[in-house]
């Protein structure tokens, strides 16, 4: 149940508040003309075609170019097509414009909790909700946001303001749902996001949460359905891949957790805890042989490496084409024909931060941290993810430049404070150092936040305590590790 809050805490909410499509319905001022052709480019953008609605917000621009909604629509038009470093320059456009209008101070915050965390975007969020204190969109995105930092009392404060002056909004009873599930209310949470309807519209976030519920009651083949759908939208996602694994386990359905995990859990970059879920249900079955690896692995913990580019599984179908060879090159050591197909790949995506992560990480893979830096920094200027800030951290360390790893570790994690990850990662390094007060706190916090069955986590705590002199607490900590570490097998 821990694990399952753990991952409750750690549902990124914001990215339901700000679906795309309610960000579009932001209204905006002009003359008649002017709001014909915006309304033309919002139906092209909802249909796919955003060549079309670039040249409706072109002729919009010859009528009012100084109109900042038109300039916050731009942004948004540029976002969707992969010119974020250009969206970025029409929202900051916008706000030179006119500082106080609410859709641009929206997405500024938005554009600032991606690149610099959650807490440095709240400023904005404040800002936008005091120009607009009835927008039902900012308010929404702004309790998502202090949801997503675990400030949960202020945000159930805005929940109620949004409540007020939206009391049908999608948003309120999503939102209450998250509240009502932490607090251990699964009925009620289950029955609120159904009143909000953001699940039969597919968005992600709220397919979680019904997940979560439903893994809450006991339901585990519902919530695997569901997951199941999700993992195939988003194949990468860890969390994702984790809790379908866990309600496929619950469910006792250990053929499809084999068929579907075993090849990801083969992988040197698969969690312990996958791997050990995979292990587990093959000794169920009674493969003991192709459990044992498994089992073993888990019980070592995490590797050290970090895996930058796996192969691409192409027959999935989820990667673009270009995407899928570039990982493929890399996955099969073919390093310099990855360099150059990413190269070309800037050419012709100069102003996408996806590309130029994706870039970074082939030079990584090849060696040559300080261009993957470079690249990584282009990125982070769009969208600074736990996967991207690790990559920038070992490149710094390959650097030689401890201290930048460090501060950009402890800087994500004021920003992603429920990221447990992150903690343990900033803790082996602060015990490296000696520093045993910041890694007591480190650790102490993620075991709160649900880390407290993480082998490594519990092994490194009892650790600590040796060092601070604290016999008892590092008593403590062995004997938990002692009770948690799984045997060898289940069955004898």
């Not at 997940?211 to 359905?225: P, S």
């Not at 390094?429 to 880390?451: H, K, M, Q, Y």
Request: proline content about 4%; aromatic content about 6%; charged content about 25%.
């Amino acid at each position: 149940m821990r694990r399952l809050f753990a991952i409750l805490g750690a549902i990124a909410l914001s990215s339901c508040s700000g679906d795309s499509e309610t960000a579009a319905s932001t209204a905006i001022s002009g003359g008649p003309d002017f709001l014909e052709l915006i309304d033309d480019a919002r139906v092209s953008v909802n249909a796919g075609n955003l060549s079309e609605a670039g040249q409706y917000y072109d002729e919009a621009r010859e009528l009012e170019p100084e109109n900042p909604g038109l300039w916050v629509e731009i942004a948004r038009l540029r976002f969707r097509g992969g010119e974020h470093l250009t969206a970025i320059e029409a929202a900051d456009y916008a706000l030179e414009l006119d500082p106080q209008y609410p859709s641009a101070l929206l997405m500024r915050a938005q554009l600032v909790r991606d690149a610099n965390g959650l807490l440095e975007s709240l400023p904005w969020f404040e800002a936008a909700a005091a120009a607009a204190p009835s927008d039902p969109e900012i308010l929404a995105d702004y309790a998502a946001t202090l949801g997503d930092l675990g400030r949960y009392a202020d945000m159930l404060t805005v929940v109620r303001q949004l409540a007020v002056v939206a009391p049908d909004h999608p948003q309120v009873h999503f939102l209450q749902a998250v509240l009502a599930a932490r607090g251990g209310d699964p009925v009620l949470a289950g029955t609120l996001l159904n009143r909000s309807g953001l699940v039969q519209r597919g968005v992600a976030s709220a397919m979680m949460l019904n997940a979560i519920v439903n893994l809450q009651q006991g339901t585990f083949d519902t919530a695997a359905e569901t997951l199941e759908e999700l993992a195939e939208r988003q194949p990468a996602n860890v969390r994702v891949n984790e809790l379908l694994a866990r309600a496929l386990w619950l469910g006792g359905r250990d053929r499809a957790l084999i068929d579907r995990f075993e090849a990801l859990a083969s992988r040197p970059s698969a969690s312990p805890y996958l791997v050990m879920l995979v292990g587990r249900s093959l000794e169920r079955m009674g493969e003991r042989e192709r459990a044992i690896p498994f089992i073993e692995r888990a019980l070592e913990g995490r590797a050290d490496e970090q895996i930058v580019l796996q192969g691409s599984a192409r027959q999935s179908g989820q990667l673009p084409i270009a995407t899928a060879e570039l990982r493929d090159f890399v996955g099969a050591g073919n390093l310099a024909p990855a360099r150059r197909l990413a190269n070309i790949l800037i050419d012709r995506a100069p102003l996408s931060g996806d590309i130029h992560s994706l870039a970074g990480d082939t030079y990584l893979a090849s060696g040559d941290a300080e261009r993957a830096l470079q690249l990584y920094e282009v990125s982070a200027r769009v969208r600074r993810s736990w996967p991207l800030t690790r990559k920038m951290v070992e490149a710094f360390i390959a650097n030689g430049d401890e201290i930048s790893a460090e501060v950009l570790l402890a800087r994500h994690i004021a920003g992603d404070p429920h990221n447990t990850e992150a903690m343990f990662l900033l803790a082996q390094r602060s015990a490296g150092n000696e520093d045993w007060l910041r890694v007591a706190v480190l650790l102490d916090t993620a075991i709160e936040l649900g880390a407290g069955n993480d082998l490594d986590v519990l092994a490194l705590r009892a650790e600590t305590a040796r060092a601070l002199g604290q016999q008892d607490d590092a008593a403590k900590f062995d004997q938990l590790l002692s009770d948690l570490k799984p045997s060898e097998f289940l069955t004898p």
